[in-house]
Nanobody, 122 residues
Framework: QVQLVESGGGLVQPGGSLRLSCKAS????????MAWYRQRPGKQRELVAK???????NYLDSVKGRFTISRDNAKNTQYLQMNSLEPEDTAEYYC????????????????WGQGTPITVYS
């Protein structure tokens, strides 16, 4: 019912920048929390950044000061601006959103994007 489509991944050298986008479409009454997760090779999926409906944000310690999460509610889209990328940031990045699909007063359900790879290489 709801699709999250990511874009913006790719290859970048250390110190470079990338911007990820994630657009939600479908039966959407309300989007609560939005977030980006990543799964590095051989590691468990981890929360990178999240943004609440009031735009308060939280970040993984290792990306603080380098990554910025934002959202455009009118477009049902979230972004992750990634600067000063490091080889340790190489991972599959997934967007997440908690979306109310049954009606405006219903609780939201977890929705995931398909993932987009980022490789930071020297």
């Amino acid at each position: 019912q709801v699709q999250l489509v990511e874009s913006g991944g790719g290859l970048v050298q250390p110190g470079g920048s990338l911007r990820l986008s994630c657009k939600a479409s479908g039966r959407i009454f309300r989007i609560d929390e939005m977030a980006w997760y990543r799964q590095r090779p051989g590691k468990q999926r981890e929360l990178v950044a999240k943004i609440s409906s009031d735009s308060s944000t939280n970040y993984l310690d290792s990306v603080k000061g380098r990554f910025t999460i934002s959202r455009d509610n009118a477009k049902n889209t979230q972004y992750l601006q990634m600067n000063s990328l490091e080889p340790e940031d190489t991972a599959e990045y997934y967007c997440y959103a908690r979306v109310a699909t049954m009606g405006p007063t219903f609780a939201g359900s977890a929705c995931w994007g398909q993932g987009t790879p980022i490789t930071v290489y020297s």
